[in-house]
């Protein structure tokens, strides 16, 4: 296991965890439409074992200019989380102009697992991408020349040594503001190569601890509700920030608990949110 975010389940409670996670997501999901973000939830399919399918923004990404990408997934029981239906709903109301499948390079042993690996600073076009099993050097370089993206890539490990699996479990770029945990880039190179792409492209860098990543600070996201910008976090991402972090983040803080979630699935609020960027028909 890669994720040393997760802790496994023993079988004879899974039922329960299993129970407990999805009061957690639909309380969620209640929270988020009560700010007044638009929520599409798309049910697990029947008889297909799909426990990560809570993490959809591994698998696929959606675009300014029409553009739906599908990921090579490194664990081969995340694949089958796949479903062309997500794109039939999305076609509904989106226009969806043309889609690029990556899910060939599983073969080839690349992998990148959309923004959970590929933190997008949209506006100035730039992935920051941190390595590891799931996010390889030759997948991100080829993602970033096909969709005409810089990539901003460096190591990071949690304060137990191990790799950091996902890039946004360590950083969230907002339009105004970036949450990162600059101790994990160990290299001082890059760590001054990323600190400096953060403040050359005009975000005030609000600084995490390994204590506030493990508990899912940095997995945050900027979301835009009726009322302007908000940031959306679990609870307990929330509570390891301190006030002037909070304050910081210049924008209301939506947040709900999702202690089975985050503990046994190993991710948190903001791998729960596949953003929609298509535009409207």
């Known amino acids: 296991m890669d994720n040393h975010f997760q802790s496994v389940a023993q079988p004879e409670d ?31 399919q029947d008889a297909v074992s799909t426990p990560d ?19 090579p997934m490194y664990w081969p029981q995340r694949r089958i989380e796949r479903r062309e239906d997500v794109l039939e ?40 991408v941190c ?15 096909a969709m005409d993206y810089k990539p901003l890539t460096f190591n990071a490990f949690d304060q137990r040594g191990g790799v950091i699996y996902h ?17 994990a880039v160990t290299d001082p190179g890059e760590k001054t ?10 975000k005030r860098i609000i600084g995490l601890s390994y204590d506030q990543v493990d508990n899912f600070g940095g997995n945050a996201l900027e ?27 210049g924008a209301p803080i939506i947040h709900a608990p999702l202690p089975a979630i985050e503990k046994y699935g ?3 609020a903001r791998c729960m949110i596949s953003e929609i960027f298509l535009p409207k028909k």
């Open 193 to 202: 190569k990323l600190t400096e792409s953060l403040l050359l492209t005009g």
């Open 131 to 145: 390595f590891s099993e799931r996010a390889t050097k030759e997948a991100i370089e080829d993602w970033c020349d």
């Open 266 to 268: 190993g991710g948190s």
């Open 53 to 71: 399918s809570v993490f959809p923004n591994n698998w696929f990404s959606t675009h300014e200019d029409g553009l739906y990408v599908t990921y």
């Open 167 to 183: 890039t946004n479990v360590m950083l969230a770029i907002g339009t105004e503001v970036a949450l990162v945990c600059l101790d």
């Open 89 to 128: 709903v999305l076609d509904q109301d989106h226009a969806i102009k043309r889609t690029l499948s990556l899910e060939h390079w599983e073969s080839e042993g690349r992998f990148l697992e959309g923004t959970g690996s590929l933190v997008l600073d949209r506006q100035h076009k730039i992935a920051y």
């Open 223 to 249: 979301v835009q509700t009726p009322d302007g910008p908000a940031w959306v976090m679990s609870s307990r991402a929330f509570h390891s920030l301190d006030p002037a972090q909070r304050e910081a983040l």
């Open 14 to 44: 899974q039922r329960a965890i299993a129970a407990a996670a999805v009061k957690e997501f639909d309380a969620y999901v209640e929270t988020l439409r009560s700010a007044g973000l638009r929520i599409t939830v798309m049910e697990d």
